[in-house]
Every structure is written in structure tokens, then in C-alpha cells.
């Protein structure tokens, strides 16, 4: 708890002559209350992510963090307890939010050979642009948008368990596939796909949010 807010000591007593000079974190906070704008819970979100930053400078912010960060603050009431469960949780999937794009290309050629043993039939789904880009956002969240507060709470409490097995988020993904297949194959992809371009702007990333929460009534 200490080491916590000696943390978020170290950004709060940086001059404004500091912060212009330090090219880094004015980056890394910018994209912080970028992301926050307009989310009710932005002062605390932004308390947290911003001592993020100072415990993890090297990673420091990356988009959609907050994401991760939101579900947690939720039920955590103690803002030292909910920094570090968020410390945990980027410990497990902080490689989908590296400066390259390894994390996640190992993440989909593990789903990929995962396939290629339970379900053949969905290797071809995974190569098109859209329903990959899905389970890239699928794997890098951990199913946040797609399954809401209460679905999240109730997956992520079992994929910290580390059983049936570590990689047990990429089943998950594979039944996600499975029960969105003619979705996502068909009619989405046609209305929706455009919107998943390779670009990392916020608007194409606002547009995949989008499309992607109008998928979670069907896993409902």
C-alpha cells in the first residue's frame, strides 16, 4: 500500500516545467485522458493509470488499458487494492500491449493450431481480416466489451485460477468462434468489416468498439 502512493507521489509532485520536458509520460498521460474522456469513473481510472505508468515506465500507457482497469476498479474499493490486481493482470497479458506486435501474432498461431485440432472447419474464419481482428481484441481484453461487467467478473475469476490450464482463454476464444461463426463469417462481416483496418487511429479503433459491443447480445 505504501509503495503505492509513494508511486502516485512521483507524478503528482512534477512541476509543469518537468512534465513539458519529459516527452514520455506527457505522451503517456495524453493518451490516458483521451481514453477517459467522457467515463463518469475518469478521476479514479485516471489516479491509476497514471501511477501505472510510474511503476511500468518502459510500457507505460497504451490504449484500451483502461479496459482492463475498468472492471477491476469496479469491485475494489481500496485504490491501492485495485492498482495492484490491475499489476497482476497486465503480469498476464502485458505481451499484447508491448511496441510490437509478437504478443498477439503468438497469442493467434496458438489459437490457430488450436483450431486446426478442435475445430478444422474454423481455420479459414480466422484468416479473414474481420473475425481475426475480433480475436485479437478478444485475447488482448480478455472478452471485456464482448461479455460486459458481470460476464467479465465471472470469466476473469476462473482464467486467474489458471485452470483447466494456463492457455484456457484461447478455448474461450475458440467457443466464442464457434457460436459466432455465421455472424461473423457472413452478414457482420459484410455490414461491419470495412471498419477493421490496419491503422491504430482512434477513430478506426472507436469504430471496432463499436461493431465489436453489438456483438455481445449474442453471447448474452
Not at 85 to 107: I, K, Q, S, Y
Not at 131 to 160: A, I, K
Amino acid at each position: 500500500r505504501d509503495d503505492y502512493f509513494r508511486m502516485k507521489l512521483q507524478w503528482r509532485s512534477l512541476s509543469p516545467g518537468q512534465l513539458r520536458r519529459n516527452k514520455i509520460l506527457r505522451g503517456y498521460l495524453e493518451r490516458i485522458d483521451r481514453d477517459l474522456a467522457g467515463d463518469p469513473s475518469a478521476p479514479r481510472l485516471r489516479e491509476l493509470l497514471r501511477t501505472f505508468c510510474m511503476f511500468h515506465f518502459d510500457l507505460g500507457y497504451v490504449r484500451g488499458m483502461n479496459e482492463l482497469l475498468a472492471p477491476l476498479a469496479a469491485v475494489c474499493a481500496d485504490e491501492a487494492e485495485a492498482f495492484w490486481a490491475f499489476c497482476a493482470v497486465m503480469e498476464m497479458v502485458g505481451e499484447n500491449f508491448g511496441p510490437g506486435p509478437e504478443g498477439l501474432r503468438r497469442n493467434l498461431g496458438l489459437l490457430g493450431a488450436l483450431l486446426e485440432q478442435l475445430n478444422p472447419d474454423l481455420v479459414p474464419l480466422l484468416a479473414q481480416r474481420w473475425p481475426r481482428r475480433c480475436c485479437s481484441r478478444w485475447l488482448q481484453f480478455r472478452f471485456r466489451r464482448l461479455l460486459g461487467q458481470e460476464g467479465t467478473e465471472r470469466l476473469w475469476e476462473v482464467l486467474w485460477t489458471g485452470r483447466p490450464c494456463p492457455n484456457f482463454h484461447l478455448l474461450v476464444t475458440c467457443a466464442a468462434l464457434e457460436l459466432l461463426r455465421d455472424t461473423l463469417g457472413d452478414t457482420f462481416g459484410d455490414t461491419f468489416g470495412d471498419n477493421f483496418g490496419d491503422s491504430d487511429s482512434d477513430e478506426d479503433t472507436d469504430s471496432e468498439d463499436s461493431d465489436e459491443e453489438q456483438l455481445s447480445p449474442l453471447v448474452a
